[in-house]
């Protein structure tokens, strides 16, 4: 067992030396996977995009990377991190900067496929990193920071974004695709600095001394221990798993709720024109567009932190899903353009609290190059809505001249995944609460395993 303050030691110092470097990747890749939404208030019009031909496109990018995300999870966990994740850097910077190039929406839908295809496996393989590094109950605190970063994207990039897109000529090219050109320079960059800073394994990091590595391994190892009746399957049988496929729905309709903030945002403020009467700057749209996900935030590292002290997850997973459908479906018929970024913020926030402590649902009982399979499916599928949301968004927006409707389907979806979530609560083993003498980083509770546990 290892020694409490030691282990705290050692998992702090994990923390800060690949937690900031992680959520900047994860920024940049937020970022270069959204701004398309951001492109979309010039560049539909440019090229002749209908809201469900953009839809389509906005939501084509999922098809390549659904059927690349597990073949790319399995690899980096045979290859290694910090080899894979470079090569995903790399290649999706050099794909999205080609965005810049489209002309019509065959190259547009093209250019889209390949960026998924590029990117398939980036998230989910960091989740699967960091349970190489991290015991349960930090690894909780590790993935609402590395989350985090999904929020700060939008929050750096809309004031920055937007102006760029609204400007007519930028060195001789219109400012949309100036933007495209900019910001996939960040991901080439920093794939090359993935090589030197990223560490695959501990046993392989020569900034832990062997006392350090030799603790955390303990911490791992006693991890695994602790479940009981262990059963290891392979990653076919995992792939198979009801567990699985279930908590790849609830995935679903967490993914369903960030839809609309991701490619429909700058759009539906851009609507209040004609239903409030409102209209704004380029740079008011970037902040409006921004400010739910400031807001979003603190609550969501409070929410986090409460479901790490109290040992519950799956209520903490529902009730911002209810929360979020419920703000989702009255946002457009709010009275007044404060009244609904309020609600789409409410939204913003739900949608964040529930994704951090979502992945700790799976870590109950995967592992292996079966967890690699399975997190990855649980993403594959999970994201799938956000293939099949924007073209529903678009197309019911042409059809009916209003963004409600679309609004409520992904409502409708949030609250189905809420209820899924509790329905899962019996076969889901809870983690215990953390005791409040013992240091924040230095608890530990079962690994990732798939497990079958007897009733006695």
């Known amino acids: 067992m290892a020694d409490p303050p030691a282990l705290s030691s050692v998992t702090r110092k994990v923390i800060w030396r690949l937690l900031p470097f992680m959520m900047l990747l994860y920024l940049v890749n937020y970022v270069d996977r959204a701004n398309v939404g951001y492109a979309a208030t010039k560049m539909n019009s440019e090229l002749g995009l209908s809201a469900a031909a953009f839809g389509l496109g906005a939501g084509i990018f999922y098809l390549g990377y659904m059927l690349f995300e597990v073949p790319s999870n399995i690899l980096l966990h045979k290859v290694g991190a910090r080899i894979w994740i470079a090569r995903i850097l790399i290649t999706w910077g050099i794909v999205s900067g080609l965005t810049s190039l489209v002309q019509g929406p065959v190259s547009f839908y093209l250019v889209r496929i390949l960026l998924g295809v590029a990117e398939a496996g980036f998230y989910p393989g960091m989740i699967l990193y960091l349970t190489y590094w991290l015991p349960r109950r930090p690894r909780v605190f590790a993935t609402s920071l590395f989350v985090l970063a999904i929020p700060l994207s939008n929050v750096v990039a809309a004031p920055i974004s937007l102006p760029m897109v609204a400007q007519p000529h930028i060195f001789g090219i219109t400012g949309w695709r100036f933007m495209f050109l900019a910001e996939c320079i960040p991901a080439i960059v920093l794939g090359v600095v993935t090589l030197f800073w990223l560490t695959s394994r501990p046993e392989q990091a020569k900034w832990l001394s062997r006392p350090e590595k030799e603790v955390l391994s303990a911490a791992l190892d006693a991890e695994a221990a602790e479940t009981t009746h262990t059963v290891r399957h392979s990653v076919a049988s995992a792939l198979r798993s009801r567990r699985v496929l279930a908590l790849s729905s609830v995935y679903f309709g967490i993914n369903f709720g960030l839809v609309a903030l991701i490619f429909f945002l700058p759009q539906i403020l851009t609507s209040f024109k004609q239903q409030y009467g409102a209209s704004y700057s380029p740079v008011q749209l970037g902040l409006l567009t921004a400010l739910p996900y400031l807001v979003s935030i603190p609550v969501m590292l409070a929410w986090g932190w409460h479901s790490r002290r109290t040992g519950e997850a799956t209520w903490h997973v529902a009730l911002p899903m209810f929360v979020g459908g419920i703000s989702t479906s009255a946002a457009l018929y709010m009275s007044s353009p404060a009244l609904a970024i ?67 389907v992904i409502a409708g979806f949030m609250v189905l995944g809420g209820i899924l979530a509790l329905a899962l609560r019996r076969t889901t083993r809870q983690p215990t609460p953390e005791p409040t003498e013992r240091p924040l980083l230095a608890t530990s509770a079962p690994g990732l395993e798939f497990t079958t546990e007897e009733t006695r």
């Not at 951090?356 to 967890?371: H, M």
């Not at 678009?394 to 409707?405: A, H, I």
């Open 342 to 408: 309020a609600a789409i913020s409410v939204t913003a926030t739900a949608v964040f609290c529930a994704i951090p402590v979502f992945w700790q649902l799976p870590s109950e009982f995967l592992t292996g190059t079966a967890a690699a399979a399975a997190i990855a499916l649980i993403n594959t599928i999970g994201v799938s809505s956000n293939f099949v949301g924007p073209y529903l968004m678009g197309w019911l927006r042409d059809s009916t001249g209003s963004f409600r409707p679309g609004m409520f």
